[in-house]
Every structure is written in structure tokens, then in C-alpha cells.
């Protein structure tokens, strides 16, 4: 069972879309795998935020998707939280802080008396070289999930997870947190502190996507 946290944007745009209504399909990138992954499952490609344009105003931007005319599926590429996605095998699950929440009563309801471990995973962000870089906001992301979960009565956690959780719990103002974290910053420089302000609207969604069949659903309750 992997959680995969991708707060700004890749699981926040996802959640908005599902909650849509739309099958979100994630790449790793946006190149001419995705384009055929669009091809071969009928679906429009998502683009830069910076080439959105009225026949094509999918891309990363929460925001964007949250007004945008919405397609039936939707190819989602992210170097991130949608690489980890892609990648891995099993239950998959979109979090963020909009549905912190609905996620943990969703893995409490399905899975929390199982024997099969939970993962949550920061996804973190890149460097302009291809390097990993920490990301306050994932690890906040994190941190809301495992607390939820705590509250829950949900598992034995690692060292790891305890010390995402003290740093969600230990926060003032997640919010103002994350708007101030390196990759707000660059997206509110960019035009694009809309997206921030829909990010950190902390469980303002009940949605759980899951990954099925290539594709994020909506979980079944």
C-alpha cells in the first residue's frame, strides 16, 4: 500500500480532477511516451502551465483544473509524485492537504487491521540539475496523512514517520508553511499563487483517488 504525497501540484491536481470527475493517468514526463499513453487510452495530454491555452487548459495547475472544461481522462505528466505513481506496483493512492483526512478514514476503513504495511511517500522535488531536492510541503503532506492516521488508532510507525507527523502537529499554520516554502515561492513568482492557495485548503476534499487500471478513481467507500 503506497501513499504517494505530491503537494505542489502533482496529488492536489489529481485530487481536484477526480473530484470532477476525470481518470487521471500519470507519466513521468511529458514527451512521447505520454503522448502515446494519450493515444492508446483515448485521453488529452496535460501541458506546462505556461503553455495552457484555451483549446488546452490542462495541465498542472490545480487552479486551471478546477475551472477548466474537463475531460473524460486526462494524461498527467510529473517528474515527481507522478513518476513515483507510474512506477509503482499495487494500491497507490493520490494525498495531499486537501484530503489528509479522507485518505487516512479510507486506509482505517480498507486496510487498517490488515498485515500489509501503509507508505507514505514525500515525493519531494528536483533541482535544475535532475537532483532530488526536500520539500517542505510533501513533508507536511506526509506528516497530515500519519496524523490522521494516528488519530485513527492506525499502525506502528517509523522513526521516519513519527518525524513527518511531530512536524505537521508541531506547526503553528501549515498553511502559511507551505506558503512559504521554496516551491511556493517559485510558483507565486511564476503567476501561479492560485494553485498554492488551492493546495493548503487543508481537507477540503473527500475524495481518495486510486490508482486502477492505469488510472486514478475515485476509491469505492
Known sequence: MLVVVDVLSFTTATTVAVERGVAVY?????????????????AELAVPRDQVTEKRPWSLSPAALRSAQTPARLVLPSPNGAAIASAARGVVVAACLRNASAV?????????????????????????????????EDLLGAGAVLAALRQRGVGIESPEARSAR????????????????ASAVELAHAGFAEDVEVAVDVDASNVVPVLTGGAFLPAER
Open 26 to 42: 500519470p507519466a513521468a514526463s511529458n514527451d512521447v511516451s505520454s503522448m502515446r499513453l494519450a493515444h492508446e487510452v483515448g
Open 104 to 136: 487516512a478514514t479510507w486506509l482505517t476503513r480498507h486496510h487498517g487491521h490488515g498485515d500489509e504495511p501503509v507508505t507514505v511517500i514525500a515525493a519531494g522535488e528536483r533541482w535544475p540539475d535532475g537532483s532530488l531536492r526536500p520539500a517542505l
Open 166 to 181: 511531530a512536524s505537521y502537529e508541531g506547526t503553528q499554520s501549515v498553511p502559511d508553511a507551505v506558503r512559504c516554502s
